[in-house]
């Protein structure tokens, strides 16, 4: 007798670095959505939508993840074996949007956008290879003052969503500062052919100073580095004296202030408010680097800007440790990180750490049009900007959206209860009719798991006498947990009322409003 053969069963699991969300979780998470949506649209930027892949050679390599298959990004081939990509932000997408739809936009074109973009990296704590973005642009936008408008727009949200000045810092600096120290200080330079490599790999290790602290980035900017799981990251290969250089022109701008009075930086006398040190300092070693001194002009553009903008060193701070991974920068680059500590999964009081960012990019659009076309923009990464709400208690939630509930008590009336959501639906009140096959005990407990907050029942005893019950679930809840015996339990009948059936609708409605006055 032969075995029969076994079934196969895949397993219940989501994919690794991915998660799934429901309820209240989301309807916070559009709350936020839509209060960041809100300022950039006061700022003047429409909203816009692109597909979830592209063309791999349209999203091009700008992930710092080269030991990740497909450099960070997930890839697939088409069946006219074309390379697709899922796109790993909002900005690739735009620029390829751009290109192809340039002749018919305003330019400047400013827009705006969300949805989630996907990274082939390490998973961990917070760290997913599945999240949303909201994103802001001005492609066509040369001046500084663009760049200074991202900044402002970006303690706009913050201050929008609850977050409290001192919760929250604006970090700012400039790749081209960045450019001139290891060109100054390493020799390398993203237009050396002979160097390319080495500026890429060196930059990479400087945007890791927040995670690893020096003493990361220096192995990094030397031989390498091997992490806890004993992966090893080959690093930039500078000498010991390049590495001292570059770290003793990193500090310099954080050692003890003086104002700033440099001609060949042409201060404004508006970056010195939001520089904790001393810039005269950092323009000694940007000294015999055009392009280093080039970028500390920019800020101070940015500053003056700022600063007419009404934003405060309370809000923005330059720091030279900013360096932001993604290959397309080309000028200033900035990130928004909250300050203050919470508990992490670990149960260790820890900083958020970043929660948004952006910068200059001038050369992605010409990656199609073959011309320059300057661009800038912000990014906020949704996931981490809720975690960070939720710890602050600022979140919030429509709670009016959880449905009233018509109970069915006589499986041969479906039509009358049917009619009776209708007619709370018509009414503007989110309802629905109990669709299971269980008993009134397995559908009180169904309300319930729904967060609903009255149920409305109709048995044989009600429609006798045109009326329906409302039950109120939540008054019901708080009394059952006071109650200690049965006299109690028959006085706590205030928590349902009989209504006439003919007003339904209203009934309904005055238990919201009592519903919603308590809990207000």
Excluded at 282 to 299: C, N, P
């Amino acid at each position: 007798m032969s075995k029969s053969k076994k079934s196969f069963r895949p397993k219940a699991r989501v994919p690794r670095g991915l998660r799934d969300q429901s309820g209240a979780q989301l309807q916070a998470e559009r709350w936020m959505l839509d209060t960041i949506a809100g300022v950039y649209a006061r700022y003047g930027f429409e909203l816009l939508d692109t597909p979830a892949f592209e063309y791999a050679d349209a999203l091009g390599k700008f992930l710092p993840d080269q030991d990740r298959p497909n450099e960070g990004v997930f890839s697939f081939q088409d069946d006219d074996e074309q390379w697709l990509s899922m796109r790993y932000d909002l900005t690739a997408p735009l620029a390829r949007y751009v290109a192809e739809n340039y002749d018919s936009l305003p330019k400047p074109f400013r827009r705006y956008q969300w949805g989630p973009v996907w990274r082939n990296e390490k998973p961990g704590p917070g760290r997913f290879r599945q999240f949303i973005q909201i994103d802001a642009d001005s492609v066509g936008a040369p001046g500084m003052a663009a760049d200074a408008e991202m900044i402002a727009m970006m303690a706009d949200c913050m201050d929008a969503l609850g977050i409290a000045r001192g919760d929250y810092v604006v970090r700012i600096n400039n790749r081209k500062i960045l450019d001139g120290i290891l060109e100054t200080d390493a020799e390398i330079s993203p237009t050396d052919p002979a160097s390319e490599e080495k500026w890429l790999t060196a930059m990479r290790a400087l945007d890791k100073h927040d995670r690893f602290g020096w003493e990361g980035v220096e192995k990094l900017l030397g031989e390498g580095r091997k992490d806890e799981s004993g992966d090893y990251t080959k690093g930039a290969g500078l000498s010991r004296e390049n590495i001292d250089n570059v770290r003793t022109s990193l500090s310099a701008a954080f050692t003890v202030s003086g104002a700033p009075s440099s001609p060949s930086a042409q201060p404004s006398g508006q970056l010195s408010k939001y520089v904790p040190g001393d810039i005269d300092k950092l323009v000694d070693r940007l000294g015999r680097s055009t392009i280093g001194l080039q970028g500390l002009s920019e800020l101070e553009e940015i500053a003056a800007c700022l600063a007419a903008l009404g934003i405060g060193s309370d809000q923005v701070v330059f720091d030279p440790y900013v360096v932001r991974g993604l290959g397309y920068y080309t000028g200033p680059v900035f990130e928004v990180e909250l300050t203050f500590e919470a508990e992490n999964e670990q149960g260790e009081m820890a900083r958020f750490g970043s929660v948004g960012s952006g910068g200059r990019y001038d050369g992605l659009v010409e990656m199609f049009k073959g011309v320059e076309v300057p661009a800038t923009g912000c990014s906020f990464g949704v996931s981490r900007l809720m975690a960070a709400l939720e710890a602050l208690g600022k979140t919030q939630t429509d709670e009016g959206q959880s449905p009233v509930v018509v109970l069915v008590m006589d499986k041969e009336r479906i039509a009358d209860y049917l009619v009776m959501v209708k007619e709370l639906r018509d009414s503007g009140i989110c309802a629905e009719m109990y669709m299971g096959g269980s008993g009134m005990r397995a559908q009180m407990k169904y309300a319930d798991k729904r967060r609903a907050p009255l149920v409305v029942i109709e048995g044989e005893d009600e429609r006798a006498v045109a009326q329906v019950t409302l039950k109120d679930l939540i008054l019901g809840e708080q009394l059952s947990n006071e109650i200690s015996d049965n006299e109690e339990w028959r006085s706590g009948a205030q928590a349902q009322v009989s209504v006439p059936r003919a007003g339904l609708v209203e009934g309904v409605r005055n238990m919201l409003i009592r519903i919603d006055g308590r809990q207000g």
